[in-house]
C-alpha cells in the first residue's frame, strides 16, 4: 500500500503583537474579533493559533497569531488587510506581519504601551490588606479618560503590572501624575514604557 502526503493548500502567516497581554485578554481584544473581522470583510485568512511569549517570572511580553492564508492568495495584500483591521482594534506601535519564511510582510500600530509596576512587597502590611487592584483600575481608567486604556494585567511574586495602550505613551504618564502620588497603594510604584 503506497501512502501518500496530501498537498499543502495553506501558508502560514505570523502576526507578532508588541503587546503585553494575558492569554484570555489577547484573545478578547485581538484574536477573536480579528477572525470575525477578516470573516465579516472577505479576506481569506483565518486565525489557526496564538501564544504569548512570557519571562521567566511568567510576564507576559508579547503575542503571536497564526493565520491559515490559501496558498494562491497574494500573502503581502492579506498582510496588508489584517495589518489595517488590527490598527482599527488599537494594536501596538512596532507590530508585524510575518510570512512564514520570516519575511516582514507588513508593519503596522497604532499606539504606546506604559506599564504601571505596583509594589507588592515594601508598603505597609494595612496598604495590602485595604487595597483593592479592580477599584484602582478603574481609578487608572478615570484619570487615563480617552488618552488610553487598560488591557491587561499580570501579578507577579514581587509586583503587579496593569497594561495601559493609548496614543501616546508621554500623555498618559503625565494623566497619571497625580493618581499615583496622591494613594498609599501606587506608593514605590513605576511607570515604564513598552518598547
Not at 82 to 96: F, I, K, W
Not at 131 to 141: I, K, W
Request: with cysteine; aromatic share 4%.
Amino acid at each position: 500500500m503506497a501512502l501518500f502526503r496530501r498537498k499543502r493548500r495553506t501558508r502560514t502567516l505570523v502576526v507578532h503583537l508588541k503587546a503585553r497581554l494575558m492569554p484570555m485578554d489577547r484573545g478578547e481584544i485581538f484574536e477573536d474579533p480579528l477572525d470575525a473581522h477578516l470573516s465579516a470583510a472577505g479576506v481569506p485568512a483565518s486565525v489557526s493559533g496564538a501564544g504569548t511569549l512570557v519571562s521567566d517570572e511568567g510576564e507576559p511580553l508579547s503575542c503571536d497569531l497564526e493565520l491559515d492564508v490559501p496558498l494562491d492568495e497574494d500573502a503581502a495584500v492579506v498582510a496588508a488587510r489584517v495589518a489595517e483591521l488590527l490598527d482599527s482594534l488599537g494594536a501596538p506601535r512596532g507590530s508585524t506581519v510575518l510570512d512564514e519564511d520570516g519575511t516582514t510582510l507588513a508593519t503596522f500600530g497604532v499606539a504606546e504601551g506604559l506599564a504601571l509596576y505596583l509594589n507588592g512587597t515594601d508598603l505597609p502590611e494595612e496598604v495590602y490588606a485595604t487595597s483593592d487592584t479592580r477599584e484602582l483600575a478603574d481609578a487608572v481608567g478615570t484619570a487615563l479618560g480617552d488618552s488610553g486604556r487598560m488591557l491587561s494585567y499580570w501579578h507577579g511574586p514581587t509586583e503587579t503590572a496593569l497594561y495601559l495602550y493609548g496614543p501616546s505613551a508621554e500623555v498618559m504618564r503625565s494623566r497619571l501624575t497625580d493618581l499615583l502620588t496622591s494613594r498609599p497603594d501606587t506608593q514605590l510604584s513605576r511607570l515604564e514604557t513598552i518598547d
